[in-house]
């Protein structure tokens, strides 16, 4: 036994001394950043973005006049982000407004136990959307092949490592994540390429099971925000023209559907920017994700709306106190 298990010692050593500094190296990372950045500001924090990737492209906290933090992720579903809402609500004393992203097709979509971002929540948010799994303690275990990949493509070119701030905004992209720059934001040399709308399935599929469940998720985290006096802001970032022109009738129904129970609602609104700056390529990565030069645009966009909403709350408050 003795000799087993000083056998297996031998084998495991060199292994972890070659995977122990590549699984720290690629801790450092998005996560970690929103992570901390929460942490270390959530005394502070008035405005909470959540939603998937096409708002954490879309805003940069650290541009917004208020005091941001966006817990926005790549591939997040509705009930992942109201994981994260219900985690960080109670340690978030100033939380005034929650921007929520309402993209098309957000209803129609959940995050199961197959979940590929399953392990990133549990490590850095101490979230688990899964039955434990001691794998996903740990990016490798939890996804070797692709961090393996991650990894060698960084050390191979810096080009491939996007830069973010501390907020977790990436503010200077990768090569390989700009398809529009990769075409010169020439739209015929994008149509030819069968590059764009690989993200149209997901937008226009219909699921009534998800749609049902995401519909009361929303409303418990509105009664929540009302409880607390918070802003409930659902909001649709920019998507490009292309992106724009080829959803379905249907999806859009179904979102406006959801919307029509809070017409009358003035905790709760719906800021719908998808056709803007829909015609310049310029300002987007892909079909559905702002570059940092269009999120520079949005977020000031944001900022002047949000404004707005302050003026009236505090004329509202005023009003109340006469």
Same mark, same amino acid.
């Given at each position: 036994?003795?000799k087993f298990l000083?056998n ?7 292994l972890?001394l070659i995977?122990?500094?590549m699984?720290?190296?690629?801790r ?13 500001h ?5 405005t909470l ?12 906290p650290?541009?917004m006049e ?6 926005a ?5 509705i009930n992942?982000?109201l994981m ?7 340690q ?5 407004y929650v921007l929520?992203?309402l ?8 995050n199961d ?5 399953n392990?990133l ?8 959307n ?5 794998k996903n303690?740990?990016l490798l275990?939890?996804n070797f092949?692709f961090y393996?990949?991650?990894?060698? #493509? ?7 490592m /996007? =830069?973010?701030?501390?907020s977790?905004?990436?503010y +200077?992209?990768?090569? &390989?994540?700009?398809?529009f720059?990769q075409?010169?934001?020439d ?7 069968g590059?764009l709308?690989?993200r149209?399935?997901?937008q226009n599929?219909i699921?009534d099971?998800c749609?049902s469940?995401n519909?009361?998720?929303l409303a418990?985290?509105?009664?929540k ?9 659902f909001?649709?970032?920019p998507?490009?023209?292309m992106?724009?022109?080829? #959803?379905?009738?249907e999806?859009?129904e179904r979102? /406006? =559907?959801?919307l ?5 609602? +003035?905790?709760?609104? &719906?800021w719908n ?8 390529p310029?300002?987007f990565?892909?079909d ?7 999120a520079e645009?949005f977020t ?11 003026l009236?709350r505090q004329?509202a ?6």
């Amino acid at each position: 036994m003795r000799k087993f298990l000083i056998n297996i010692a031998a084998f495991a050593f060199p292994l972890v001394l070659i995977f122990a500094p590549m699984e720290v190296y690629l801790r450092d990372n998005i996560y970690q950043a929103k992570s901390d950045y929460l942490e270390q500001h959530k005394e502070k924090i008035e405005t909470l973005i959540l939603g998937p990737s096409y708002s954490w492209r879309a805003i940069n906290p650290e541009g917004m006049e208020l005091p941001t933090a966006s817990l926005a992720h790549e591939a997040s579903a509705i009930n992942t982000n109201l994981m994260l809402f219900e985690k960080f609500l109670p340690q978030l004393p100033r939380l005034k407004y929650v921007l929520f992203d309402l993209s098309l097709g957000y209803m129609e979509n959940d995050n199961d136990q197959r979940w590929e971002s399953n392990h990133l929540f549990n490590i850095y948010y101490d979230i688990q959307n899964y039955e434990p799994d001691v794998k996903n303690n740990f990016l490798l275990t939890a996804n070797f092949r692709f961090y393996f990949k991650l990894f060698c #493509a960084y050390m191979k070119d810096e080009k491939n490592m /996007e =830069r973010y701030n501390e907020s977790g905004f990436i503010y +200077d992209v990768s090569d &390989f994540n700009d398809l529009f720059g990769q075409y010169q934001y020439d739209t015929t040399k994008l149509k030819a390429s069968g590059e764009l709308f690989k993200r149209l399935p997901y937008q226009n599929s219909i699921h009534d099971e998800c749609y049902s469940k995401n519909e009361k998720l929303l409303a418990d985290m509105v009664a929540k925000c009302k409880d607390r006096g918070i802003q409930v802001v659902f909001v649709a970032p920019p998507k490009f023209w292309m992106n724009n022109k080829a #959803a379905t009738a249907e999806v859009v129904e179904r979102r /406006e =559907r959801f919307l029509a129970s809070y017409e009358e609602d +003035d905790q709760v609104v &719906f800021w719908n920017y998808e056709h803007v700056l829909e015609d310049d390529p310029h300002y987007f990565l892909d079909d559905t994700h702002l570059n940092p030069q269009g999120a520079e645009i949005f977020t000031e966009i944001l900022n002047r709306r949000l404004g707005g909403l302050r003026l009236n709350r505090q004329q509202a408050q005023g009003s109340d106190l006469r």
